[in-house]
């Protein structure tokens, strides 16, 4: 019993070490820390996770842990669960997300331009490329797909509202710009339609 532990505290002062080098390592070499970024963005990213399990299981009833202590809420409005599913208007939760992570690191960019700036010094041009790398691969992961989604509504909508058929049920002989049976022709002709109909 006592070795495991032994074992654990060991690797724990390891890692601590590991992750202190690594830091000063960092920032060493681009004037920057970028392992406490990643540790910031990674701590982001499990709240997020965290705030998407909870509406899931939300969504899902929660019957299970409702069982066990969590009161979950019996009905979620539609378009949160809309955004949590499939999307909300083609945006998802996790575009959303990735989007913000995006701008944080941006911020992070100008906070420390900004700050090398009081202190008159300049920015590393290493140090503003990894910052400039990490805003686009995240921009790369989250923006073509969000694109595509918003695309994809917009089309959706297009058919619905627009009629995916619209123009192909018109008689062969029908000369008019607007579609046979429309609102347009219901107006136009009003004897053709009966009243009631």
Same mark, same amino acid.
């Given at each position: 019993?006592?070795?495991?532990?032994?074992?654990?505290?060991?690797?724990?002062?390891?890692?601590?070490?590991?992750?202190?080098?690594?830091?000063?390592?960092?920032?060493?070499?681009?004037?920057? #820390?970028?392992?406490?970024?990643?540790?910031?963005?990674?701590?982001?990213?499990?709240?997020?996770?965290?705030?998407?399990? !909870?509406?899931?299981?939300?969504?899902?009833?929660?019957?299970?842990?409702?069982?066990?202590?969590?009161?979950?809420?019996?009905?979620?409005?539609?378009?949160?669960?809309?955004?949590?599913? +499939?999307?909300?208007?083609?945006?998802?939760?996790?575009?959303?997300?990735?989007?913000?992570?995006?701008?944080?690191?941006?911020?992070?960019?100008?906070?420390?331009?900004?700050?090398?700036?009081?202190? #008159?010094?300049?920015?590393?041009?290493?140090?503003?490329?990894?910052?400039?790398?990490?805003?686009?691969?995240?921009?790369?992961?989250?923006?073509?797909?969000?694109?595509?989604?918003?695309? +994809?509504?917009?089309?959706?909508?297009?058919?619905?509202?627009?009629? +995916?058929?619209?123009?192909?049920?018109?008689?062969?002989?029908?000369?008019?710009? !607007?579609?046979?049976?429309? +609102?347009?022709?219901?107006? #136009?002709?009003?004897?053709?339609?009966?009243?009631?109909?």
């Amino acid at each position: 019993m006592v070795a495991p532990l032994a074992l654990a505290a060991t690797a724990s002062q390891f890692g601590r070490k590991g992750l202190k080098q690594t830091r000063e390592l960092s920032v060493s070499i681009t004037g920057y #820390d970028f392992v406490g970024l990643a540790s910031r963005l990674i701590v982001f990213f499990l709240v997020a996770y965290g705030i998407n399990l !909870y509406f899931k299981a939300t969504i899902a009833g929660g019957t299970f842990l409702n069982a066990v202590g969590l009161n979950f809420p019996a009905t979620t409005p539609e378009w949160l669960r809309k955004l949590f599913e +499939e999307g909300y208007q083609g945006v998802t939760y996790w575009n959303i997300i990735q989007t913000i992570a995006i701008l944080l690191v941006v911020m992070e960019a100008l906070q420390y331009d900004r700050k090398l700036k009081e202190s #008159d010094k300049k920015a590393n041009a290493t140090t503003l490329g990894l910052f400039a790398l990490i805003v686009l691969g995240l921009a790369l992961v989250t923006f073509p797909q969000m694109i595509q989604k918003i695309q +994809e509504f917009q089309l959706m909508v297009k058919r619905t509202t627009v009629g +995916e058929f619209a123009g192909q049920f018109n008689p062969p002989d029908w000369n008019r710009p !607007y579609d046979y049976g429309s +609102e347009q022709h219901r107006r #136009d002709d009003p004897s053709s339609f009966p009243k009631g109909r």
